[in-house]
């Protein structure tokens, strides 16, 4: 059974150009979380999907942030017009119905805007 | 509104010693979860243990253990029989469990530990 999978695993992207970030969750899985890290900081929340429902994005910054989980395919953070600031690891992490405590988490994408 | 401090931002042990790593918390809910995840250089992020708020007994994992002690709100992390392998970053990290089906993170800020050979 495969882990959580990420890609791309770096990404580097010209201010003002768009990131997409790609998770896909274990088999199985129909929770999934993405969390940001900060150079020197732990993790924040971003947001919390389950299939092709927003359950709780109340870390997600107002603009130019979004997410999906599709039926089908992974999981989407999508970042229009990058800045400087959004250079940071983006971490998914996924969980299946029933073991509400345990997240597995991917490798992570490491973005760098220049 | 919840929180987790670790106060240590970086320390060191000598190979083969036992060393404490630092966490309290803060929430108002009776039932929570907490756990401790390890960050080597490489970058992924590895879960090491979790202590339920209801758990009686202190959580073990092999020379991983927890020190929970709820009343003071603490849940350090003893690692045994340090190991150079064991150098890394480690996060303790929070989750409530009255929200439902959502679990999502409440994370510290981390504590870098280095192992002396």
């Known amino acids: 059974n495969a882990g959580v999978m990420q890609n791309p695993r770096h990404l580097v992207r010209r201010r003002g150009q768009e990131a997409r970030l790609r998770c896909s969750p274990m088999?199985?899985?129909?929770?999934v979380y993405w969390y940001r890290q900060l150079p020197e900081e732990g993790l924040k929340f971003m947001v919390y999907l389950q299939k092709e429902n927003i359950i709780d994005e109340s870390g997600m910054p107002k603009e130019r942030f979004s997410a999906e989980f599709p039926k089908e395919g992974p999981s989407i953070l999508r970042i229009q017009q990058v800045v400087r600031g959004d250079s940071a690891a983006y971490f998914c992490?996924?969980?299946?119905?029933?073991?509400?405590?345990?997240?597995?988490f991917g490798p992570g994408t490491r973005l760098t805007v220049l | 509104a919840q929180k987790i401090t670790q106060t240590q931002p970086g320390m060191f042990v000598q190979e083969k010693e036992a060393v404490t790593l630092d966490c309290t918390y803060d929430t108002s809910d009776p039932s929570y979860g907490l756990f401790w995840y390890k960050q080597p250089s490489s970058g992924e992020m590895i879960f090491l243990i979790y202590?339920?708020?209801?758990d009686q007994q202190n959580a073990t994992e092999g020379r991983y253990s927890l020190n929970f002690q709820k009343a003071r709100k603490s849940a350090n992390l003893v690692i045994s029989a340090s190991q150079l392998g064991d150098s890394a970053m480690y996060f303790c990290?929070?989750?409530?469990?009255?929200?439902?089906?959502?679990?999502?993170?409440?994370w510290g800020l981390g504590t870098s530990l280095g192992v002396n050979p």
């Open positions: 990290a929070m989750t409530l469990s009255r929200a439902g089906n959502n679990r999502k993170l409440i």
């Open positions: 088999k199985g899985h129909s929770h």
């Open positions: 992490a996924s969980s299946p119905p029933g073991q509400k405590d345990t997240q597995y």
């Open positions: 202590q339920g708020s209801y």
